[in-house]
């Protein structure tokens, strides 16, 4: 007997967490289209952030349109990696690609993992200048949102470090 079961005794109860579920979907489905449909300017954003940032030199003199195209790429599958049952596929394969440019353009890692930290921080950021359109939200609803992307990006940051070793293997 699953937990759900344990607590739902009544239809009243379990159609609340029903509903529940529904309004975490119409929450999460606002914010990812928040962010695919302004995929753009969030990259740019992120972009020039990166390009600036004491942290991250090795991104000054990277084209501007080459930070952009991996932001947009990212924010705009976001959709099917959140949604995705098991998402690890989705988030191996663009991770993977990611580790592989930055290796190849000598990204030092610390660099190339601190682009990425500031890559889920500008998703939230753009989110948070949405706060009219996102109000009234429950927090719970925010904050299993924000848990999840984090977990992916978390997930993304554990792929780059483990390629980075193997590229670097092979070089040896």
């Not at 962010?35 to 990277?62: G, L, V």
């Not at 191996?92 to 290796?103: L, S, V």
């Not at 706060?131 to 984090?150: A, Y």
Request: charged share 30%; proline share 3%.
């Amino acid at each position: 007997m699953g937990s759900q079961s344990m607590r739902c005794v009544t239809k009243r109860c379990h159609a609340k967490h029903r509903d529940k579920g529904v309004d975490m979907k119409a929450f999460v489905d606002k914010l990812i289209d928040i962010t695919r449909y302004n995929s753009e300017e969030i990259s740019k954003r992120w972009s020039k952030a990166t390009r600036t940032n004491p942290r991250t030199p090795s991104y000054h003199t990277i084209p501007e349109d080459d930070l952009i195209k991996h932001a947009v790429d990212f924010y705009k599958n976001l959709r099917a990696i959140y949604y995705s049952e098991k998402p690890y596929g989705e988030v191996t394969d663009y991770f993977m690609k990611y580790a592989e440019d930055c290796f190849a353009k000598e990204i030092p890692l610390h660099e190339s993992i601190y682009a990425l930290i500031m890559m889920r921080r500008h998703l939230w950021l753009y989110a948070d200048f949405q706060k009219p359109f996102l109000s009234g939200l429950d927090k719970e609803q925010t904050v299993e949102t924000i848990n999840r992307t984090i977990r992916i990006f978390d997930h993304g940051i554990y792929l780059v470090t483990k390629h980075y070793n193997e590229l670097n293997a092979r070089q040896v």
